[in-house]
């Protein structure tokens, strides 16, 4: 029985962001997630935000799904809804988790979970 060996995957990447959130309205960050270096196949990771200090439905409206890096493809970018308001206050965390089983041979991606400060 032979085995081939295939080659290390990159290490998974999260920005850390700041943002302003404004005084209404929703808008949309793009966080940018990417692999330390290219990858001859198809590389897929899903993500999930979750609370730190900022609450999901009053101060961002919580998002999770899948990115698809195609061959040679290094970053790709989560849609986050920042939410506005006029209440005076200071710097809130929300968390994003990115992982995902490599589809190649079932072993996890290494990533690492940030704070996005908005």
Known sequence: ?????LP???LLHVENLSVIEGDSGTNTTLVPIWLEGPVAQTVSVDY???DGTATAGADYLGV???LVFPPDV???Y???PIMGDLI?????TILLAASKPDQRRG???AGDDHDHRQ
């Open 107 to 109: 072993q996890p991606i």
């Open 48 to 50: 999930v935000t979750s």
């Open 78 to 80: 989560v849609q986050l």
């Open 1 to 5: 029985m032979s085995s081939a060996i």
């Open 74 to 76: 290094t970053t790709q």
């Open 64 to 66: 999770s799904g899948t």
């Open 88 to 92: 005076r206050e200071g710097n809130k």
């Open 8 to 10: 290390a995957l990159p």
